[in-house]
């Protein structure tokens, strides 16, 4: 393919104007601004007309690759014949017919569906929840909520509040307050039983019911975790660690919040992961995969013991968004749905994980790869100055190595990936959930030429 015929325009204009997210602009002085113009199957393709291997579904969204006309169409459809209408005291058919399905996926009696437009909206609204419910069911003083260290979970200032990464929340402050910390399940550094996986989860849910008691349990309304943390490079959950939760949270009546924006949605080969991991969350947030990224779209799914309050009376939720269920997303989240189940997209997964890790795991003869962890499609390579050790970077190193060496290069090589250092510095992959060991493959490859280069750079 050839360049955009615009593309000149586009630069200047992209620096003149565009604002970019969660971007340090001054890096476009000397540089191009990456432009994506289209995409098919698991590539996309740049302004240049250069192709890259989706490494990472744009941003854990994109489950079913590019290019998928009946998610285009279903969109079209739905804008010619109703473009919007809210969700306020009103319904449409297609939010209706999407929480229907939504809920009947969704693990044991999580049945009602609050449409929002994206994970961070999800986050904030399962919060004000639980707070609502608490007051309307007795307990007013319960508000506070438990997260973990270096976990991600939005921008808005409860959800910035809840998440867990200081350098983050700190041009921000004050946040919201009444949000408190506990250690995330990161194994690989596990400060206690290093040798001893369960052990070890046993220990950090533990550190949940010691927070609950720290705050006192009257004053604990969530507790927020995802079941695969993604911020710090893929923490899986150690055997026995959820079911300690659930333990914890029934003891305290509070509610276990499964933060799913990412791993719903086939992500760990399943639509919900709780159900992976075989624990019974109060609520489940979810975004992105959702519609696979061909509208915005998310949701915030609650038990039927939650909503019961509300359904009494001049009750109600004070809560909503104008884009909130749009139409639009909605019908395009059906047709994501449709899609999923025609294709077998979660048998796909569950088929070719094992593979995805078995090719990555091929990366740990290179010295600068210290642990290799994640499940489904959804992986973190932590990288590190000396395996032996597990010794890490310290900032300038991780500044050269990541920002400046390893994204770019990455992207050369055409893999579009994130190397990330919000905390030890890993590199994210979260393909398209249809790929297959040829695209395993490649991306390994081209980490490989990569990462040794980085290495040799140090
Ligand atoms: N929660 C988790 C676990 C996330 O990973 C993200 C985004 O990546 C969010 C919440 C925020 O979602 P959004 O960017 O759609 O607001």
Redesign the pocket.
């Given at each position: 393919m050839d360049q955009h015929p615009d593309y000149d325009h586009l630069q200047q204009a992209a620096k003149d104007h565009l604002w970019m997210h969660f971007t340090r602009h001054s890096t476009y002085d000397t540089s191009d601004v990456p432009i994506i113009v289209r995409g098919e199957g698991a590539y996309i393709y740049d302004a240049k007309g250069k192709r890259y291997l989706d490494g990472l579904g744009g941003?854990?969204v994109n489950q079913l690759g590019h290019g998928r006309t009946e998610l285009a169409e279903a969109a079209a459809k739905q804008a010619a014949s109703m473009a919007f209408h809210p969700l306020w005291s009103y319904a449409h058919p297609t939010a209706i017919e999407l929480a229907e399905r939504v809920a009947d996926y969704a693990p044991g009696d999580l049945n009602r569906v609050f449409f929002t437009?994206?994970?961070?909206?999800?986050?904030e609204s399962a919060w004000k929840l639980a707070k609502q419910y608490f007051k309307l069911t007795g307990q007013p003083t319960k508000h506070k909520v438990i997260s973990r260290a270096i976990?991600?979970?939005?921008?808005?200032q409860g959800?910035l509040s809840i998440t867990g990464i200081p350098g983050m929340k700190a041009p921000f402050e004050p946040l919201v307050p009444s949000t408190f910390r506990v250690p995330n399940t990161n194994f690989y550094r596990a400060p206690v039983h290093e040798d001893d996986e369960e052990a070890f989860g046993l220990w950090a849910a533990n550190r949940i019911a010691e927070a609950i008691e720290f705050e006192g349990p009257d004053t604990v309304a969530a507790v927020f975790l995802?079941p695969v943390q993604?911020?710090g490079g893929c923490f899986p959950p150690p055997p026995g660690y959820f079911q300690r939760v659930r333990e914890i949270c029934d003891e305290y009546d509070v509610l276990l919040v499964s933060?799913?924006?990412?791993?719903a949605f086939g992500r760990l080969g399943h639509m919900f992961a709780a159900e992976r991991y075989g624990y019974q969350p109060d609520i489940i947030?979810c975004?992105?995969g959702i519609t696979s990224g061909y509208a915005?779209l998310?949701a915030m799914i609650a038990s039927d013991r939650l909503m019961e309050p509300f359904l009494q009376g001049h009750n109600s939720f004070m809560h909503g968004y104008t884009w909130g269920g749009h139409p639009v997303a909605t019908a395009v989240g059906l047709a994501n749905l449709d899609v999923f189940e025609k294709e077998n997209i979660l048998d796909h997964v569950r088929s070719n994980e094992d593979g995805f890790r078995a090719t990555l795991e091929r990366l740990t003869d290179l010295p600068i790869v210290g642990d290799v962890r994640g499940a489904g499609y959804f992986y973190g390579i932590e990288l590190v100055k000396d395996k032996g050790t597990k010794e890490t970077f310290n900032d300038a190193e991780a500044e050269k190595l990541l920002r400046g060496f390893l994204s770019k290069a990455l992207y050369d090589e055409g893999l579009y990936c994130r190397a990330d250092d919000r905390g030890d510095p890993v590199v994210q992959l979260a393909p398209p959930l249809i790929c297959d060991q040829s695209h395993f493959d490649e991306i390994e490859q081209i980490l490989r030429v990569v990462l040794d280069k980085a290495y040799t750079l140090l």
């Open positions: 941003l854990f437009t994206g994970g961070g909206e999800a986050v976990a991600y979970h939005g921008t808005p959800a995802e993604n911020s933060d799913e924006v990412i791993c947030t975004a992105k915005p998310g």
